[in-house]
């Protein structure tokens, strides 16, 4: 059943959300950023050409949303419009949630988006991820923002390090002051930007050798996405709390070692419900036991609700 689908993950960064899932099959695709709800899309004929029948131009294909599909309700779709196919649609979101079904104990997926662009400093030396994709025939299409730490709608990222400095997180300067701090600190430094090409053992080709020298050790990048040996103790505290805060997804990252995985999984442990929303993509565990009784704390927090 599987045999002619793909199955793969890749990162979604700036700001760094986690490690979306992918399956994909000739004619569907579905995506999911928790590993139970997917949103499964069909290939399918644009309704224009459908409804005027152009017999002498080949149809105009696209992916189309489809419905949501998880392992306990199945597929719950949403209204299409009556005039296309339906019917082959419905036959493709079928055949791909059959596999779909059947891939569920492989989460998480393989991270395949080997090709990274940093905002660098002056050396050429990483210091915030800033995109990632898996062709290198896409990075000439790629236009990489500079670095956030939050998107501009979400307020909920609060260092104990600037409340100690009496720096609000909400004031007059706006509701995200200690994210947009980070921001500030990360475009000083990082006012460069690179394409590289992460190697097996964890270091990295750079793709235009012009930016710098050639190839970087593992070391050199930082494996959170964010440097954190920041020179001056405000601010190498302020990246802490930061990457602190993003440790529920920062865990589900599958080639980070145990060190960071040990630091992170306290702190994940902290914000149990979003530690529980991303379980399922966590590729391995120090502490099961701690993480269970997190993922308890957060099935009681929402009984409570």
Known sequence: MTGEARWYAVRRVNPFEGVLQVIETHNARAYSHD??????????????HTWHSFADVPPIEQFFNFGLWDPEDGMQRIPANPIM???????????????LRGLLDRLPFTLIDDYECWATD??????????????????????????????????????PALLARNVPASGELGPRQHAEQLERQVRQLGQHRAWFRRLPGGGGERIDP????????????????????????G????????????APRLLTLQHIDDAQRAWLEPHACRRAVELAAVYRLIPRMLDPARIEAARVEARLRKSAR
């Open 210 to 233: 012009a930016q710098g020298s050639g190839a970087l050790s593992a070391g050199d990048f930082p494996a959170l996405g964010l440097k954190v040996d920041w020179k001056d103790q």
């Open 122 to 159: 002056y050396r050429g030396q990483p210091v915030a991820l800033l995109a990632t994709t898996e062709e290198r025939r896409l990075l000439r299409d790629i236009r990489a923002a500079r670095w956030q730490a939050t998107r501009i709608a979400d307020h909920g990222f609060v260092s």
């Open 35 to 48: 590993g139970r709800v997917w949103q499964v899309q069909v290939l399918a004929a644009r309704p224009d």
């Open 85 to 99: 196919d339906i019917g082959s649609m419905s036959t493709a979101a079928d055949q791909l949630s059959g596999t």
């Open 235 to 246: 601010a190498r505290q302020l990246a802490t709390d930061y990457l602190a805060w993003q």
